[in-house]
């Protein structure tokens, strides 16, 4: 089952020489390294987010000054910084530009060479590129979430599962290149996430409504 770009997914096909792979690369990576976490609370007053807490630059951690908004911002940025670097590539160079830079914006987000290549977790740059290559897959990735969150009451264990099933859902739906993609940015938001997996093996992982669990590790 396929859908074309206007309905559900990204499509289109083209090739891609070496250059091109490089420059759709580096505007993803370029997208994804903005690091909207350390700025928004720069420019709001609440200091360096990278000393608080975790010393993340993710909406998690930006939670942690108590301010809401940032944190709401934060993660609305760090979303929409992936739909847009893929929407830019795939339409300059179609599907396969587009999915090369949500590589690149995923790890811009998680190791931006801006802040030595320590940032977030990735979730909602995943998200965000996700929402590009398929919405109707995002929106199931969001559902999956709801429910596990619902059932589990645990965010990170929700996201994982609800990632997990990502690469599943986009071979039905956009085809095997992304969900090749995804299952490898998959295992690196899994591998980002190693922490919070030992917590949840060790039972002591915070539930949602504890320690601003509510809030995706991102």
């Known amino acids: 089952m396929r859908a074309n770009f206007r309905t559900a997914t990204l499509a289109g096909r083209a090739t891609l020489d070496t250059s091109q792979i490089a420059i759709a690369f580096a505007v993803g990576y370029a997208f994804g390294s903005i690091p909207f976490g350390l700025l928004l609370t720069r420019l709001a007053g609440a200091g360096d987010i990278r000393a608080v807490g975790s010393g993340n630059i993710g909406a998690t951690n930006v939670l942690r000054t108590g301010r ?5 911002g934060t993660l609305l940025g760090d979303m929409l910084k992936g739909t847009a670097a893929v929407l830019l590539m795939h339409k300059i160079g179609g599907t396969d530009a587009g999915l ?20 977030g977790k990735g979730v909602a740059t995943y998200v965000g590129v996700l929402i590009a290559v398929s919405w109707i ?22 996201g994982l599962i609800a990632s997990g099933f990502t690469p599943v859902l986009l071979a039905f739906l956009v085809g095997g290149k ?19 997996i030992q917590r949840l093996l060790a039972g002591t992982e915070p539930k949602i409504g504890r320690s601003n669990a509510a809030v995706p590790d991102v």
């Open 178 to 196: 992304a969900a090749l993609l995804f299952a490898a940015l998959t295992a690196l938001v899994w591998f980002m996430h190693r922490a919070n």
């Open 68 to 72: 809401k908004g940032l944190a709401a």
């Open 137 to 158: 897959t995002a929106l199931a990735f969001g559902a999956i979430w709801a429910v596990a969150a619902w059932t589990t009451r645990y965010s990170s264990l929700s």
């Open 100 to 119: 090369i830079a949500a590589l690149g914006a995923v790890l811009g987000h998680i190791f931006p060479v801006w802040l030595s290549f320590k940032g």
